[in-house]
C-alpha cells in the first residue's frame, strides 16, 4: 500500500524515524524537562508498588488482597513498558495493556450513614482494610493525574503515547478501588435533593452540528 502524500509533496503515514542513541544504546531523543517528568513518573509507580508491599502483609479481607494483588501485577508490567520505552525511544516489546476490574460497577450506592469520626492510627495494630483501601486509592488517582499532566510534556513521541496510554489504567484501578470501598460503607457518596440535582441536569442543552468548519 504506497503511503498518501499531503499538500506539500511529502509522504503521509510513514513510521516515525529511528530515535538517535548514544554510545551505550540507550535514545537520546529526549527533552530536559521531559526526563526530569519521567523520573517522577517512574519513582512514583516504584513508590506505589513498594506501598503495596507493604499493605499486603496487614490486608485481612480477601477481596482487598485479591484487588491489591492484581493491581501490583499489572502495574509491574507497566513500569517494565515505560523504563524499556524510556530507555530506547522505540515501541517496547510489550504494549500497554488495558487492566480490567472485577468490581460491579452498576452497584454504586448513594447517600451518607452515620459513622465513627475518623482519627489518626496509634499504632500499626490499627491498620484496617478501610485505611488501606484509601492509601491505595490515593496512589492510583495521584498517578492518574501525574501521567495525565506528563505525558503533555513529552518529547518522545513513544514514549508520550506510553505515558498517555498508562492513565486509564489508573483511572481504571482507582475506580475499582472506590466501588470496593463504597460496598463496604468506607467512600459513602452524598447527593443534591432531587429539585437542585435536576436543576443542574437539566442547565444545558445540545446545539446543532454545522459540519466542517470554515478554513
Partial sequence: ??????????????????????????????????????????????????????????????????????????????????????NTGQKPSVSTQVYNMTQNHDQVVYGIKPSQPKKPNTSVQDLSDNGLSAYMLGHTKGLATLLAMTALEMTNPVLRRVIADSVPNFI???YEIFLYQNKHEYYQVPQLNMQDMNVMLQSYTTVPNQGNLPH
Avoid at 513510521?15 to 519513582?43: C, R
Avoid at 492484581?70 to 524499556?84: D, K, L, P
Fill in 1 to 86: 500500500m504506497q503511503n498518501q502524500v499531503n499538500q506539500q509533496g511529502q509522504p503521509q503515514n510513514q513510521m516515525p524515524p529511528a530515535q538517535p542513541v548514544n554510545q551505550m544504546g540507550v535514545s537520546t531523543n529526549h527533552g530536559g524537562h521531559e526526563l526530569y517528568d519521567a523520573h517522577e513518573v517512574i519513582s512514583g509507580i516504584i513508590s506505589m508498588l513498594d506501598q503495596y508491599q507493604m499493605y499486603d502483609q496487614h490486608t485481612k479481607d480477601p477481596e482487598l488482597k485479591d484487588i491489591l494483588h492484581r493491581q501490583s501485577a499489572f502495574v509491574t508490567q507497566m513500569y517494565n513498558t515505560i523504563v524499556e520505552s524510556f
Fill in 172 to 174: 481504571e484501578m482507582s
